[in-house]
């Protein structure tokens, strides 16, 4: 239901384009969430590599980049009617593969200018590899005279990778971005991301264990993504210590939910072990009393 509205408030806001008289206030530009890629390492064909994206006033801005995240901003684009106009920064959480490896993908983002790449230490030598990966495929296309209007080889060149560490990593008229440290496991750096929108205040979890900086970057958001698995799974010694270490299950998202406070939170990044996603959500349900949603490719919020 709770999705329902939300996609007939933004068909609402792109629909008032008539006159504004001067009783009635301006409506705010809406920042809309969209479920790029809901998956994990473990992906399906519903469920696309991690990857979130934010419109704001015709920005997508992204937020890690799994496989398959440029099938989904072209599907986002070209159905969903957000009014997708450019592609802007990328903001990743941490480098591994789920959330990376549509970063080549989107070195070729069609009509992109440039990529401008956020992340932790250690993204700008992934990115100097990925062009390197494709350099005779630039060399190819430009002494072959690819006309620059279909500049791909341009594309690739033009991008840039800026290493973050916790604060403001971003801002611009439309968004401040705020990156902050969490824990995941053995990872020397990961980062979840507290978005700034014009009306809304949207934070993105990372791949993280239960983190209060979490809660601290939260506190009473407008929205909380947060990544979690079935916390009614059946693991056991090895496994069981590496998902305790590296990620959050679905009864301590639910505590860690209920001093956070959102308005919403919206389960991402699941790891199902065979449950549904009724399920995650009624494990959360059961300490946190507030809106609780599970995510799903194309989902817009
Ligand atoms: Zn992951
Ligand atoms: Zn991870």
Known sequence: MIRKICVAILLCVAAAS???????????????????????????????????????????YVFDAGPGVLRRILETRERLRLGIQRLGPVFVTHLHSDHTLGLPELLYYPGAPSLQLFGPPGIQSMLKRLQEAWAEDRQIRSA?????????????????????????????????????????????????????????????????????????????C???????YDGENSLSGGDLTYFARFHTNTQELGGLAARARPGLLILYHQLFMGKLPADLVR?????????????????VY
């Not at 439309?174 to 934070?203: C, L």
Request: hydrophobic share 45%; proline share 7%; charged share 10%.
């Open 283 to 299: 494990q959360v349900a059961a300490t946190f009393r507030g809106a609780v949603m599970s995510a799903r490719d194309l989902d």
């Open 144 to 220: 072959s005279g690819m006309p620059s209007d279909q500049g791909l080889a341009a594309t690739v060149n033009a991008a840039t990778a800026q290493e973050i560490a916790a604060g403001i990593v971003y801002a611009d008229s439309n968004i401040t971005v705020t990156a902050f440290a969490v824990p995941h496991g053995t990872w020397p750096h990961a980062f979840g991301y507290r978005i700034v929108a014009p009306d809304r205040v949207i934070v993105i979890s990372g791949d993280t264990s239960p983190s209060d900086a979490v809660v601290q970057a939260c506190n009473g």
């Open 18 to 60: 008539s006159p504004v008289t001067a009783q009635q206030p301006a409506p705010k530009p809406h920042a809309a969430i969209v479920i790029l890629g809901d998956g994990t390492p473990l992906l399906s064909a519903d469920r696309s590599g991690t990857s979130i994206g934010v419109v704001v006033r015709g920005t997508l």
């Open 222 to 228: 407008d929205v909380l993504l947060h990544a979690v």
